[in-house]
């Protein structure tokens, strides 16, 4: 008989996050579903692994619809959970990492900020396909939990997440980057988008008083339609109402003729 699937879950919004739970629901029946987040709210950590935090695993219980789910809150930045799930807390490494579903999108030059996403690089580091989806939020409240409907996104959590563990992908796809506009339905189609070269939200000047936070982002699009590519994942999510699929590589390396720049350099 073959082993069920094994799903390592998580976010970069805490372990108390609706979002998390709502990916939960509807991950449960392609697999066993370990779910391993933040004690805390650790949005914007990017692939940070700061030695402050306690790398302490605490098992919990939590109801979902009705059911008790044994968890794990760690203490530590999203990309430090996947490594304590995947080294201490899981039996065998996980068939599928996803993480999510985020407070907000993650788009253009924003993904290298994005505790999810790089809780989902952690995730490819590791070997194991990864994929990191994010709903679309209206406001500017990336923080404090509201009543949001993760149901579309919950929908396209799954159907990614099924592909992933039915085919591999091509090489040099080692996550995919799922963003799901606000109004979407499970109706909404997906595109195949490219991430856009461009700032999505607008870096503010200090707040008086706060010297530990000189910046902080304000939660609007800076983005006007002529400025980013129909191909992107700005324009599918901004401007088309579709749900952006974007795959990423570890390899960041520039893909410019290397003999090139090399020429070029020497010069």
């Known amino acids: 008989m ?4 094994q799903i390592l879950l998580t976010n970069d919004d805490g372990i108390r ?4 739970w709502a990916a939960a629901a509807a991950l449960s029946d392609l697999g066993y579903v ?8 650790v949005s914007a950590a990017g692939r940070s692994m700061p030695r402050t935090s306690d790398g302490r695993v605490e098992q919990t219980t939590l109801k979902i619809n009705g059911q008790d789910w044994p968890v794990y809150a ?3 930045a999203p990309a430090q959970v996947v490594l304590h799930a995947i080294l201490e807390v899981m039996k065998r490494p996980p068939d599928l990492v996803v993480a ?6 993650n788009v253009g030059h924003s993904v290298t900020i994005s505790g999810t996403v790089g809780a989902a690089f952690e995730g490819a580091a590791m070997g194991v396909p990864s994929m990191a989806v ?3 939020l209206l406001g500017t409240d990336y923080i404090t939990y509201t009543d949001l409907d993760f149901s579309s996104a919950a ?14 992908m091509p090489p040099d796809v080692d996550v995919l980057k799922i963003e799901v506009p606000h109004d979407a339905t499970p109706k909404t189609p997906w595109r195949v988008t490219r991430l856009a070269r461009h700032r999505y ?3 503010n000047a200090k707040r008086p008083g706060t010297w530990n936070e000189p910046f902080y982002m304000d939660g609007v699009p800076n983005v006007r339609r002529e400025e980013v590519s129909p191909d992107s994942d700005i324009y599918a999510l901004l401007f088309d109402r579709v749900v952006s699929v974007t795959p990423l590589s570890l390899d960041m390396t520039s893909r410019v003729d290397l003999a090139m720049l090399e020429q070029l350099l020497q010069r």
């Open 155 to 168: 929908f396209f959590t799954r159907l990614f997440a099924e592909m992933l563990l039915a085919k591999p």
């Open 134 to 136: 994010s709903l679309q």
């Open 34 to 41: 370990t779910v391993a987040a933040p004690r805390d709210q």
């Open 201 to 203: 939200y607008i870096p």
């Open 2 to 5: 073959k082993e069920r699937y």
């Open 17 to 20: 996050s609706p979002g998390l």
């Open 100 to 105: 999510g579903i985020n407070y907000g999108e």
């Open 74 to 76: 760690v203490g530590g």
